[in-house]
């Protein structure tokens, strides 16, 4: 890991590509996993504030599930998260055409709500941590993602590339410039490794 600032930065958000195609995966990230997407409390205030208006945008069961726990509930570890829909799903995920999507997103498309979708989801692949002293940042590699990770290969995007926008809602413009930085410094710092190997033999 590298830091930046107090951030801890996982080598693999510079050096794994990724890049979400949805026609393989099917949005299925928010349909499977142990819990609902982590929340921040400002978040969770934000989702109170505009629930009326999302509602809307909620398939039936979402719609249940969300006015029997709340929007937002606490999981087996105590964090605050995302309810879901039979243990299962995202109560805010939505079905179109065969893919699924949040409906948070889709009402901010729109532009009937602040609030664009947890950025817990935004920043995925990428996993942050806070601790006392600093916040890391890793590279999460989850197998539905797997169509994602052979496109971010296929384009040559990595990861940091891909999330520019996430990264940048979540930590500032300034830190994304650094985190570009530093990666064009790791590629540099790659080559001229390769040319020494190549010129000791």
Known sequence: ???????????????????????QCLGNCCVFGQSGAPLEKEEIEM???EIQI??????????????????????????MVTPLINGEECAYSIDVDGI????????WLDGKVKFRKPISCHLYPI???KYSTFTAINYDQWSICEPARALGVKEGIPVYKFLKESIT???GQK??????????????QKLEDEDGTKDQS
């Open 100 to 107: 699924t999507f949040c409906a948070i997103e889709r009402a």
């Open 127 to 129: 996993r942050v941590k």
């Open 169 to 171: 809602r979540a930590f």
């Open 54 to 79: 999302i509602e809307s945008y909620l398939k039936p069961s979402g719609l249940k599930a969300i006015k029997k726990q709340g929007v937002a509930i606490k999981d087996f570890d105590g964090d």
């Open 175 to 188: 830190f994304y410039d650094e985190v570009e930085a530093t990666a064009i410094l790791i590629e540099k």
């Open 1 to 23: 890991m590298l830091q930046i600032d107090d951030k801890l930065i996982s080598f693999d958000v510079f050096e794994k590509h990724f890049c979400c195609d949805l026609p």
């Open 47 to 49: 989702l109170e504030s």
